[in-house]
């Protein structure tokens, strides 16, 4: 069965840092580039950042460049999103998702999506 499991969401002071992982299974891992999204309240889902099959492209929103940083271990099945000087306009539920490809262009054609991580960025 196809998965995809996000962890090491939670409370963080502005100024914090936070390490999301998104734990895959049911597929080869290393076929598919791999997006984080996130989804704040009373707001649309956007698209935070991609990393190719083989983590050789990276792509971020703009909000995010400079701040957050997208890594991928294959043999782990795993891709992460490090997340640093967090403000509270990061505040949502953050999603990872398999894209059809094994390459990122636009945040669209993902097929597969975890159920989400919290991250709450508050004093």
């Known amino acids: 069965q196809l998965q995809l499991v996000e962890s090491g969401g939670g409370l963080v002071q502005p100024g914090g840092s936070l390490r999301l992982s998104c734990t895959a299974s049911?597929?080869?891992?290393?076929?598919?580039?791999i997006g984080w999204f996130r989804q704040a309240p009373g707001k649309e889902r956007e698209g935070v950042s991609c990393?190719?099959?083989?983590?050789?492209?990276?792509n971020y929103a703009d909000s995010v460049k400079g701040r957050f940083t997208i890594s991928r271990d294959n043999a782990k099945n795993t891709v992460y999103l490090q997340m640093n000087s967090l403000n509270p306009e990061d505040t949502a539920v953050y999603y990872c998702?398999?894209?059809?490809?094994?390459?990122?262009?636009?945040?669209?054609?993902?097929?597969?999506w975890g159920q989400g991580t919290q991250v709450t960025v508050s004093s």
């Open positions: 998702a398999r894209r059809r490809y094994n390459y990122c262009s636009a945040f669209t054609r993902y097929d597969y």
């Open positions: 049911g597929f080869t891992l290393d076929d598919y580039a």
């Open positions: 990393i190719s099959s083989l983590g050789d492209s990276t």
